[in-house]
């Protein structure tokens, strides 16, 4: 079994639609959680981080994170063409340094107009 | 202000063969990871170097080693190319080792034949 798990998709939806990634994980030991957005033919681009259960805002995207359920799903609101890309999960663990992340397999969203 | 940097961009080697990567960090940070990044899954982290040593090991093999110049720049080496190490390698920078948000840059693609 994996560490992190992230559902690949793909995903496709309307302009204008919100949408909903998530990622499972089975170590309690990871304490920080990230989301990154990589576009084709570019390096990981962070999105949103969080160290603490609880949402996360940050203009049109929400992250949330559910430590009980190991659980961490990002919401993007009135999607846009140019949200089109790979969006990863990441996570830390606690007691070393933030260099060392866990990606999940990554989703591809594709938002048509 | 100049982010990660990485050179070259396109890599083709023959298996048995050794390559080296190199890898510019932003501007201000000092710490530097190695990541690599199969087709279709996430990135997988390989090693972090901080204050020119290498500082925390992902699971990957002794083929695979690195350095870190007094500048903060870095190398990523492989050794008896396999196959199987066709992939995007990633560098990431960060400022020392703790929370500090990952910086990636675009990666260098190796194709082993």
């Known amino acids: 079994q994996k560490e992190v798990e992230q559902d690949p998709g793909p995903l496709s939806v309307p302009e204008g639609a919100i949408v909903s990634l998530n990622c499972t994980y089975s170590?309690?030991?990871?304490?920080?959680f990230m989301w990154y957005r990589q576009y084709s033919r570019k390096g990981p681009e962070l999105l949103m981080y969080?160290?603490?259960?609880g949402n996360k805002e940050d203009g049109r995207f929400t992250a949330q994170v559910d430590k009980s359920s190991k659980y961490i799903s990002l919401f993007i609101r009135d999607s846009q063409p140019s949200d089109s890309a790979t969006y990863l999960c990441?996570?830390?663990?606690?007691?070393?340094?933030?260099?060392?992340?866990?990606f999940g397999q990554g989703t591809i969203l594709t938002v048509h107009p | 202000d100049a982010g990660v940097t990485q050179s070259p961009t396109h890599l083709i080697k023959t298996r048995g063969q050794q390559v080296t990567l190199r890898c510019s960090p932003k501007?201000?940070?000092?710490?530097v990871s190695w990541y690599q990044q199969a087709l279709g899954q996430g990135p997988q982290f390989i090693f972090q170097?901080?204050?020119?040593?290498?500082?925390q090991r992902g699971n990957f093999p002794d083929r695979f080693s690195g350095h870190q110049f007094p500048n903060y720049s870095s190398e990523l080496n492989v050794n008896a190319l396999l196959l199987g190490d066709s992939a995007l390698y990633l560098c990431?920078?960060?400022f020392g080792t703790g929370v500090s948000p990952l910086h990636f840059g675009n990666g260098t693609r190796l194709t082993v034949t």
């Open positions: 501007s201000g940070h000092d710490t």
């Open positions: 969080t160290y603490s259960s």
């Open positions: 990441a996570m830390g663990r606690s007691g070393t340094s933030y260099g060392k992340l866990t």
């Open positions: 990431a920078s960060s």
């Open positions: 170097y901080y204050e020119e040593e290498e500082r």
């Open positions: 170590n309690s030991a990871f304490q920080y």
